[in-house]
Nanobody, 123 residues
Framework: QVQLAESGGGSVQAGGSLRLSCAASGRTFSFYAMAWFRQGPGKEREFVARIGWRAPTTFYADFVKRRFTISRDNSKNMVYLQMNNLEPEDTAVYYC????????????????WGQGTQVTVSS
């Protein structure tokens, strides 16, 4: 069992930066691949970034365009998403997710989810 709690969301202007954090509970955290998803107003939840349990293997959605960086610290049971050069289109609730094995970019591949943190980017 893994419990996840996101933090670090907020409101920024276009071009600004935010760092999201995800605190995980559970002794087996280091064996889970971790990911960030987001869900904008009226949109489906979409994949943002993923990091394998054998870090530093990472994978990003095309729209990230090298603006975001996912990282993890297994000693602290933490996952991070550094977001730079934010755009209004990045406005969404951002979710942290954990999946066993080698999950893909699909929502159904992830077993545990946090409650989400709101990110709002104004132009």
């Amino acid at each position: 069992q893994v419990q996840l709690a996101e933090s670090g969301g907020g409101s920024v202007q276009a071009g600004g930066s935010l760092r999201l954090s995800c605190a995980a509970s559970g002794r087996t955290f280091s064996f889970y691949a971790m990911a960030w998803f987001r869900q904008g107003p009226g949109k489906e939840r979409e994949f943002v970034a993923r990091i394998g349990w054998r870090a530093p293997t990472t994978f990003y959605a095309d729209f990230v365009k090298r603006r975001f960086t996912i990282s993890r610290d297994n000693s602290k049971n933490m996952v991070y998403l550094q977001m730079n050069n934010l755009e209004p289109e990045d406005t969404a609730v951002y979710y942290c997710a954990a999946g066993r094995g080698d999950p893909t970019t699909l929502v159904r591949d992830y077993d545990y989810w946090g409650q989400g943190t709101q990110v709002t980017v104004s132009s």
